[in-house]
């Protein structure tokens, strides 16, 4: 079975450019999360869906960045406009059941630079 | 609010050795859950265990071992005849019953040298 599926690996920009991330969870889980990952901050919970639905977003950092889940199938990570401080590790993540009780499968991850 | 913390930035040991990496944890929650996850060089993160704060015993999985001690508020992590191949950044991460939410330690950069 296919895991948890990021696009892209790499992603270079500029900054003020608008920058989306996309990740495909492993069919027939329910909840999906976006974690950050950077040196200063470790891995930061950005938002976290259940059943589509946007549970919890109070880890996303400012208005700049917003997230959907159109689909079961499908979600997306939005900075704009990006900053060279929004540089990081981006991971996307999906788990059976709710919330981050169960074992979480983690993406490869999009390493992101804003120059 | 749930926190966890793992003192060790980074430790490096030679090949079989042991080796032992802390993680205490803090929450208000009467039921949680602890986890561990490595993640080697390549980036990905992989799951390893997960506990429930009503099952205190020691889990132990080939090389690998796990103590859960409540009264000290530890998830310790021993990998035994250490190898190469176990060398990656090791996070303990915990989620609380109410709130859902998985949060990070800081994580532990293990080296292990030939």
């Known amino acids: 079975d296919a895991g948890v599926i990021q696009s892209p690996r790499h992603e270079v920009t500029e900054m003020g450019q608008e920058v989306t991330l996309r990740c495909k969870p492993i069919?027939?889980?329910?909840?999906l999360f976006w974690y950050r990952q950077t040196m200063m901050r470790g891995l930061e919970l950005l938002i976290y869906f259940n059943n589509n639905v946007p549970i919890d977003d109070s880890g996303m950092p400012e208005d700049r960045f917003s997230a959907k889940m159109p689909n079961a199938s499908f979600s997306t990570l939005k900075i704009q406009p990006s900053e060279p401080r929004d540089s990081a590790v981006y991971f996307c993540a999906s788990s059976l059941g709710q919330g981050g009780v169960e074992k979480l499968f983690f993406g490869s991850g999009t390493q992101l630079s804003v120059l | 609010a749930q926190k966890v913390t793992q003192a060790q930035t980074e430790i490096s040991v030679v090949e079989k050795e042991d080796v032992t990496l802390d993680c205490v944890y803090e929450t208000r929650d009467t039921t949680y859950y602890l986890f561990w996850y490595k993640q080697p060089p390549s980036g990905e993160l992989v799951f390893l265990i997960r506990?429930?704060?009503?099952?205190?015993q020691n889990e132990i999985s080939g090389r690998y071992s796990w103590n859960f001690q409540k009264s000290t508020s530890s998830f310790n992590f021993t990998i035994t005849a250490s190898q190469v191949v176990d060398s990656a950044v090791y996070f303990c991460a915990l989620s609380e019953a109410q709130g859902n939410k998985l949060v990070f330690g800081a994580g532990t950069i293990l080296r292990v040298k030939s």
């Open positions: 069919s027939g889980h329910n909840s």
């Open positions: 506990r429930n704060s009503f099952d205190e």
